[in-house]
């Protein structure tokens, strides 16, 4: 073989092992579980179908059957679990599947560089520090400014009536949902008010609107490999993901401390800067734990709330009628904790639709067995996905794919019983569980019940009919580009 053969031939074998690497599961992965095949999860990138008609078509049936399948996603492949009971294991053996957020599994990615090491992706006593930190904060906290919020999106659907002077208008919800979302979380958990419910301009906005375009973008989360590499618009992009990093502390720093009443306040961002001022935790793990608290608290309630006007579109006639005579005259917030119709529509809509559908964040620190029979290496990629676990015939039975909010229950005694039940036995996982449930359940439900309240005392909506009915190809769950139209409710 001469030494121009020998060039070539590098390059192909280069190729070949990475192709190999792609196409087929680590040699020592379970053999007693089904291979999803590697190019489904490339599908809907080149097919019009969304992630659930993914589901149905390539992983229903053999999660179905075995409870969890190799799965290639995020460059390497992974092991994903939907069983009830080999997830309930999954969450609760924490020092074996243990926790690795992107700034270990890529820590090279812009997203990682954006989200760091944080109370969502940390393990062991740096994430209980964390969380002692910002728990108090998210489970007490003031709900005014949400009634607020909801008053203003109402303002805003309200006058695009009269700029069109219709009876009927049509409005693309994604923005003003996202609007919402950023204002509430800012107010409630922050400290400081993002203000794009009430100006045109808000720079820490646009600036959020511009990385969420870079972080997001289809080809770099599915290749993460590729941040290694020096090309200019990502290293723009990692520019521009610390000079927000640096922008939103300032503003909540800034904020926060010169309000002369710093130390009685209560939010959870100003347990994090008091925390930071005694020294429990560094700038960096300050930073991290804000930019996740502002992440995770306007992205996942922004789904859940699309998810739910979109079911209320969907059944205008029914659900929507329904809870609109229910919540009509209620007003306060225990109230509506305490309606039985919109909670078990709730319930009902984060488990037919989870806002976080695949959820690929552990690494087994040890070879360990998962159920009776499933021998997974060390140093392996466990996640679950919540849409197959929460719509398992098994669990809920041969109407599982069907949305039927009366599953719940019919009184509120039932319905909490129900959902707390589900969630304990990991029937629906939505908002994780166990000692690392979801901190802010509590906080987006509440956001669920007074935004929908108040937008259902003053409209009726319908699916928009030139809307293609479709959720998102990937990632994140919801309505893809929902848009509605509303009309005034005749009272
Ligand atoms: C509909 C809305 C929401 C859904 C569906 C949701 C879902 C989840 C899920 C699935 C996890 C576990 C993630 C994992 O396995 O790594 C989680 C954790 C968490 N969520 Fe939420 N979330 C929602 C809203 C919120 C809000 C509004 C906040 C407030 C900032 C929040 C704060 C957190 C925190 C701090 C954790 C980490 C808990 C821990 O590991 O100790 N979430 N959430």
């Known amino acids: 073989m001469n030494f121009e053969s020998i060039l070539l031939a590098i390059p192909l074998i280069i190729v070949g092992y990475v192709g190999y690497r792609v196409v087929f599961p680590p040699w020592n992965f379970p053999k007693n579980i089904p291979t999803i095949p590697f190019y489904v999860i490339f599908l809907p990138s080149i097919l019009n179908i969304d992630q659930t ?79 002692s930190i910002v728990t108090n904060g998210l489970q007490h906290f003031d709900e005014s400014p949400i009634f607020r919020n909801a008053k203003l999106l109402g303002n805003i659907i309200g006058e695009r009536f009269e700029q069109e002077n219709k009876k009927e208008v049509s409005i693309s919800m994604t923005g003003l949902v996202q609007r919402l979302c950023l204002d509430n979380i800012s107010q409630v958990v922050l400290g400081f008010d993002f203000a794009t419910l009430t100006s045109d301009k808000s720079p820490l906005h646009d600036h959020l609107m511009r990385i969420k375009k870079q972080i997001f973008h289809p080809f770099f989360l599915t290749f993460p490999f590729f941040d290694h590499l020096p090309i200019p618009a990502r290293r723009r992009g990692f520019k521009d993901v610390e000079q927000f990093r640096k922008q939103l502390v300032e503003h909540v720093d800034d904020q926060l401390v010169k309000n002369y009443k710093f130390e009685q306040t209560t939010f959870a961002a100003s347990d994090l800067i008091r925390a930071y001022n005694k020294d429990h935790i560094n700038r960096k793990q300050l930073t991290d734990n804000i930019v996740i608290l502002l992440v995770a608290g306007h992205e996942n309630p922004q789904l859940l709330l699309t998810t739910s006007l979109y079911l209320l579109a969907k059944y205008s006639q029914t659900w929507q009628r329904r809870i609109r005579e229910e919540i009509m005259n209620v007003f306060d917030s225990k109230k509506l904790l305490e309606s039985p119709l919109l909670n078990s529509f709730l319930y009902e809509a984060v488990r037919v639709y989870p806002p976080l559908n695949t959820i690929i964040n552990r690494c087994t620190s040890k070879t360990c067995l998962l159920g009776t029979n499933v021998v997974i290496p060390k140093g392996t990629y466990v996640g679950y996905n919540n849409f197959g676990t929460n719509h398992d015939k098994t669990s809920w039975g041969p109407d599982a794919d069907e949305f039927k909010p009366e599953r ?44 929908i309240a108040e937008i259902l005392r003053n409209y009726e909506w319908t699916l928009a009919p030139e809307w293609d009915e479709k959720m998102t190809p990937a990632g994140p769950l919801a309505p893809l580009n929902l848009k509605l139209n509303f009309r005034k409710v005749n009272v």
């Open 53 to 131: 008609e993914l589901y149905h078509l390539y992983l229903k049936e053999p999660l179905e059957k075995y409870g969890a399948a190799k799965l290639f996603f995020g460059s390497r492949w992974n092991i994903i679990v939907t069983k009830p009971q080999m997830l309930a294991q999954v969450f609760k053996d924490e020092d074996v599947f243990a926790k690795s957020g992107n700034q270990k599994k890529i820590p090279h990615s812009v997203i990682a560089a954006y989200t760091g090491d944080n109370v969502i992706s940390a393990h062991g006593q740096v994430w209980k520090l964390y969380r």
């Open 408 to 451: 719940w229950g019919d009184d509120m005694e039932s319905i909490t019983k129900n959902w707390k039940h589900a969630k304990n036995a990991c029937k629906v996982s939505s908002f994780h569980g166990g000692r690392r449930a979801c901190l802010g359940e509590k906080l987006a439900l509440a956001e669920m019940r007074i935004t």
